[in-house]
């Protein structure tokens, strides 16, 4: 489970104390587990900053967040060894297999000896990299990047799960590869927080939609609930009088 | 194994995987090592032959037809007939005036082997005539002796019976200004290889991995930022000893094709002086990687980081030449990291005794700095303003 509450963040630029960005204004919102969560909001609206708080990269001026009750600021690395992330700019590193690659991941987790290897060829198998599995991650494909990301993240089967934008630049296929995996992980009881810009995705995949702008929360719900609290017929539709004005969040 | 451990195994592993898969930053490092002995090699031979070199000796030959075999071995050792002096030169040797008379009865003497007498005459007096003289003096001895073991071994006589005392001379007079040069080249070059070897490890996997986007993701897993400054700095400095290595291990195979006693000069690099020498620059270049990485992390981007840092480069470079034009050197450089190993570098070229307790302050000193940086630098990745500039 994770838990944000009262997230205020502001950047300060030192030379000129008023070009102050905040990014955040007490943003708080629940990610429960075996459910997928979805973040939308515009860019701009404090996601990436959000996440980074999760991750424990920044630190919030005020408020807290949790994983699994574990508070990312006092205990970060008890609280990321619950998390499992599928960051916005994926990189490989080049020079390693996909195999090495997860296998790197895994033992950054803590894992070793037999357990290690049979999660790693556990996840290998789910995500249908075999064939790819030990050739040099450099010319791979969007969609095996993609894969080997997920697997990366996957290896050391976190209870919770973060991705930023996932499926962008990722074709059908892979798109449809990832959303299975994703609802076969809901099943089991983790818990999936989920940014995305694509409408009908986040419609389809999931069970509650947060909706951020401004730094803050500006409604929440299930798609359904959004559609109704907007009084519009589709999420898209929704999402954008949600954000634009705030007495439609009011009402 | 404690999940620490596995951490860092993983860590260090993977470092040392992409570094050893660059194969272009390896060559760099190579490069230098390759280049070193060469250069050594090159440079003395060609310092050997100026030094060696003996010019030709213009001698006035009485009765030269008699011996001709004689008159061959002298043209062998560059002693030649006045007849054949190039025109600027015959007014010098004129004045010199050597002569040397070979007896008529040379041929008979020398079949029926009856003692010859050759006559040597000059003023030997004059400076420029002495080592015209010697050389002849040494070219009829080796000639004469040369005869007279074929001689011996004819009637079979083993000729070491005519050496029972050899003489073994070893020459503890220091070497020469020139060669103290290739030395203190070869000190400076050290250094530098110590600083250049692991140079694009460093810059790869600190600038170079935030360029590719995987830093950050690093940076949220559940490892320690020490654990992850650790490895990548295990995984430099191990290039650049590798560096330093190869270049000790070639120096000391390739000194060994160059005859330096010729010179009188003894340059050897003995397994002890080149196992002092890894002592001295070990924690050099660990502290060298340090620098680099602490740099190379606080840069915008990889070509930031090639320029900063190549200017780090220019310190060990620098500080031994410095050094070197000083006078007196205040005691306190001796503590300074990079100056300190130079002076012991140089003085162990020149002969001197090792100072331990010098190697082991400046070894400490550097080493403290080392792990200072590493300390900060792992701090700083923690900080906001290394994840603000990861996008």
Redesign the interface.
């Given at each position: 489970m994770i838990e944000v509450n009262n997230l205020h963040k502001s950047f300060i630029d030192k030379k000129d104390k008023k070009n102050t960005v905040k990014a955040l204004d007490g943003l708080s919102f629940t990610a429960k587990d075996g459910e997928i969560t979805g973040i939308l909001g515009p860019n701009g609206a404090g996601k990436t900053t959000c996440l980074r708080t999760l991750y424990g990269l920044l630190s919030a001026d005020e408020g807290f967040a949790t994983i699994d009750g574990i508070s990312v600021t006092d205990e970060p690395l008890a609280a990321r060894a619950r998390l499992g992330i599928f960051p916005d700019k994926f990189g490989l590193y080049e020079r390693l297999t996909a195999y090495e690659q997860i296998d790197y991941f895994a033992s950054l987790h803590g894992m070793s000896g037999k357990s290690k290897k049979q999660a790693i060829e556990q996840v290998i198998d789910d995500l249908e990299l075999a064939d790819l599995a030990h050739r040099k991650t450099v010319g791979f494909s969007q969609g095996q990047r993609m894969k080997v990301t997920l697997a990366q993240a996957l290896v050391h089967q976190p209870q919770n799960f973060v991705l930023d934008e996932p499926t962008r630049g990722l074709d059908v296929m892979s798109t449809r590869i990832l959303r299975n995996h994703l609802a076969k992980f809901k099943a089991k009881g983790h818990c999936i927080l989920f940014s995305s810009h694509v409408m009908q995705e986040v419609a389809a995949l999931c069970d509650r939609v947060i909706i951020v702008a401004n730094g803050t929360l500006a409604a929440q719900g299930t798609p359904q609930e959004l559609c109704e609290l907007a009084g519009e017929q589709n999420l898209e539709e929704a999402f954008v009088k949600l954000i634009g004005s705030d007495e439609g969040v009011a009402a | 194994?404690s999940?620490d451990l596995?951490?860092l195994?993983?860590?260090v592993?993977?470092e040392y995987?992409?570094a050893f898969?660059?194969k272009r930053a390896l060559m760099v490092a190579l490069m230098m090592a390759i280049l070193a002995p060469i250069g050594i090699m090159v440079m003395s031979k060609i310092m050997i032959e100026k030094l060696v070199d003996e010019p030709p000796v213009y001698i006035k030959f009485i009765g030269t037809e008699h011996a001709p075999k004689l008159i061959k071995h002298f043209a062998d050792s560059n002693l030649l007939d006045f007849a054949d002096a190039p025109k600027d030169e015959q007014a010098t040797w004129a004045q010199r005036n050597i002569t040397i008379e070979i007896p008529t009865d040379y041929a008979t003497d020398m079949a029926e082997g009856k003692p010859i007498k050759l006559h040597l005459q000059a003023d030997f007096t004059d400076k420029a005539v002495q080592p015209p003289v010697r050389r002849i003096n040494n070219a009829v001895r080796n000639f004469s002796m040369a005869i007279g073991y074929k001689r011996l071994l004819l009637r079979g006589v083993d000729v070491r019976l005519l050496n029972p005392v050899k003489l073994v001379e070893q020459d503890t007079a220091k070497p020469d200004a020139t060669f103290m040069l290739i030395s203190m080249m070869l000190g400076i070059y050290l250094m530098l290889a110590a600083f250049m070897s692991g140079l694009s490890v460093a810059i790869d996997s600190s600038a170079g991995e935030r360029e590719?986007?995987?830093l950050?993701?690093l940076?949220?897993?559940?490892?320690?930022t020490m654990k992850i400054v650790l490895a990548k700095l295990i995984s430099a400095s191990t290039v650049a000893v590798i560096g330093v290595l190869l270049i000790l291990i070639l120096t000391s195979v390739s000194v060994g094709f160059v005859d330096l006693t010729k010179i009188g000069a003894t340059f050897s690099l003995d397994m002890s002086t080149a196992a002092v020498l890894l002592l001295l620059l070990l924690p050099i270049c660990f502290f060298a990687s340090a620098c680099q990485l602490f740099v190379a992390f606080q840069t915008k981007s990889f070509k930031e980081a090639q320029s900063t840092v190549g200017i780090l480069i220019g310190i060990p470079a620098f500080i031994p030449f410095v050094i070197s034009m000083m006078d007196d050197r205040p005691q306190w450089l001796n503590w300074l990291p990079i100056a300190g190993q130079s002076m012991m570098i140089e003085n162990i070229f020149k002969g001197v005794d090792v100072d331990w307790l010098a190697v082991f302050a400046t070894s400490g000193v550097t080493i403290a700095i080392t792990v200072a940086l590493v300390l900060a630098l792992a701090r700083k990745l923690q900080s906001?303003k290394v994840?603000?500039a990861l996008?």
């Open positions: - | 194994m999940h596995i951490q195994k993983a860590l592993i993977k995987r992409e898969r660059d590719r986007n995987v950050e993701m940076l949220c897993q559940p490892v320690s906001e994840v603000m996008s």
